[in-house]
């Protein structure tokens, strides 16, 4: 399902990214819809304007990105 802000994900999807060193791969870990502390960072979000925490294949850490970053495997 795509909307005017992005695809929207859930909990479990596996998805991409563009990181420093090329593609990454992680996990949908939850979708952020306020203010919160996560990944490291303040993040600014709403049930509007949503971000996802992710989690790195690779690293095993998290990060936070808008929809509009993340592009669902497969």
């Known amino acids: 399902m795509t909307n005017d ?3 929207e994900f ?3 999807d596996e998805v ?3 990181s420093h ?3 990454a791969e992680g996990t949908v870990e939850r979708k ?3 203010d919160t502390e996560a990944g490291g960072r ?3 979000a709403s049930k509007d304007e949503p971000q996802y925490l992710v989690r790195s294949q690779k690293s095993g850490g998290t ?3 808008k929809p ?3 592009k669902k495997k497969g």
């Open 16 to 18: 991409t990214w563009q």
């Open 42 to 44: 303040t993040v600014r």
């Open 5 to 7: 802000k992005g695809p």
């Open 21 to 23: 060193g090329g593609t």
């Open 32 to 34: 952020i819809t306020e």
């Open 10 to 12: 859930h909990k479990g």
């Open 63 to 65: 990060a936070v990105h």
């Open 68 to 70: 509009s970053a993340l």
